[in-house]
């Protein structure tokens, strides 16, 4: 397993963007609903989430230009600057994921410790995340404490 910035990946291997796309994109339809998109889109979303103090790290097994790539797991985080806290920036992780046949192997804590890592290169001052309480233990294992509530409307 290798683990590296999806930034890097898609500057990387220009030739294989479809491949990438279409991995990440299964990845995260184990956490989510997706939408497919196009190559122009998504290169475009991940150099922008970067460009903005972002990070998407991917775990990954093979090369994108070989036929057995596969994307394992993903975590984002993205930096909001704060003027509370003297100007310092809170992390907010997302998009945790491990493909179902790898979980119980740790991959997620390397991730998180990986985004924890970059939050504190950011100076952040605390990292924030929203989990399902079917997953909560993890995060626990991880120092991470639940805190108040939180409020959604999706539009």
């Known amino acids: ?57 991917i775990c990954y097994a093979n090369e994108p230009n070989e036929d057995t790539f596969e994307i394992i797991g993903s975590g984002t985080i993205l930096i909001e600057r704060k003027i509370i806290r003297g100007c310092r920036s809170v992390g907010h992780i997302e998009d945790i994921v491990v493909k179902e046949k790898y979980r119980g192997n740790n991959l997620s804590q390397t991730i998180l410790d990986l985004l924890q890592e970059y939050a504190i290169k950011q100076n952040c001052y605390k ?29």
């Open 1 to 57: 397993m290798k683990y590296d910035l999806l930034n890097n990946i898609i500057s990387n291997y220009k030739d294989n963007i479809t491949k990438i796309k279409t991995k990440y994109l299964e990845l995260l339809s184990e956490l989510t609903v997706i939408e497919d998109i196009q190559d122009e889109l998504f290169v475009n979303s991940v150099h922008e989430i970067h460009n903005n103090r972002g990070y998407i790290i």
């Open 127 to 155: 990292v924030i995340l929203d989990c399902k309480r079917s997953v909560k233990k993890v995060y626990e294992k991880n120092n991470f404490v639940e805190k108040d509530i939180q409020m959604v409307k999706y539009l």
